[in-house]
């Protein structure tokens, strides 16, 4: 069974720059959720996409986007990068819509510093 | 707004030493809280969930509780290897898959 994977797994940017973060879901998960580590403090939910549909969105602007393809995989866009975008980004992916059983499966994350 | 807080924000232990960490939450309706636990530099690792009051689970050294307003999780005798920062989250109604985290505790067990 393969488990969730990130890539890449650090980067460097500048202010206004934009990037694209990658995940792979786990194997026969069809739901993807983001979220915003910050250094020091739990994860921050940014979105949940289901079935390539946004479903959900938390307290992070417009220029915070994702994707979700149609072999589940997803990718997290953030537009005119700021000092306090830096952080762990994780990807986390479940099966169906509510997630019954409640298990998030995280991946490794990537480590985003914006200069 | 729902919150989350666990406390103490840092716990160091001696080898074998047992105790709590705590979480607390106010939600407007629970439909679960998890424990996950993270090592440095790495994604979380999902441990336990409880949906219900009196509900308890157990993983080897770990034991996880809930009431109505938080949940312990206990470790009995533990060793360096459960050094690590253990976080708890909360799934409201009608928030889907999303989880609210708390800040997490970080854990240090001295051999």
């Known amino acids: 069974e393969t488990g969730v994977t990130q890539s890449p797994t650090h980067l460097i940017k500048t202010r206004g720059q934009q990037v694209t973060l990658r995940c792979s879901s786990q194997s026969g998960h069809n739901t993807v959720s983001w979220y915003q580590q910050a250094l020091g403090q739990g994860p921050q939910f940014i979105f949940q996409y289901y079935r390539e549909e946004e479903n959900g969105r938390g307290n992070f602007p417009p220029r915070f986007s994702g994707l979700q393809f149609p072999n589940y995989s997803s990718e997290l866009n953030v537009n005119a990068l700021e000092l306090d975008d830096s952080a762990l980004y994780l990807c986390?992916?479940?099966?169906?819509?509510?997630?019954?059983?409640?298990?998030?499966?995280f991946g490794e994350g990537s480590r985003l510093t914006v200069l | 707004e729902d919150q989350v807080t666990q406390s103490p924000e840092a716990l160091r232990l001696q080898e074998g030493e047992s105790s709590s960490l705590n979480c607390s939450y106010t939600v407007s309706g629970l439909r679960g809280l998890f424990w996950y636990r993270q090592d440095p530099g790495k994604g979380p690792e999902f441990l336990f969930t409880l949906y219900s009051a009196g509900e308890e689970k157990e993983k080897e050294r770990l034991k996880a509780t809930l009431t109505k307003k938080e949940s312990f999780l206990h470790i009995t005798a533990p060793k360096p290897e459960d050094s690590a920062t253990y976080l708890c989250a909360v799934r409201v109604t009608g928030a889907n898959s999303k989880l609210t985290f708390g800040k997490g505790i970080t854990l240090s067990v001295r051999p």
């Open positions: 986390a992916s479940s099966l169906g819509l509510a997630g019954h059983t409640g298990e998030l499966f």
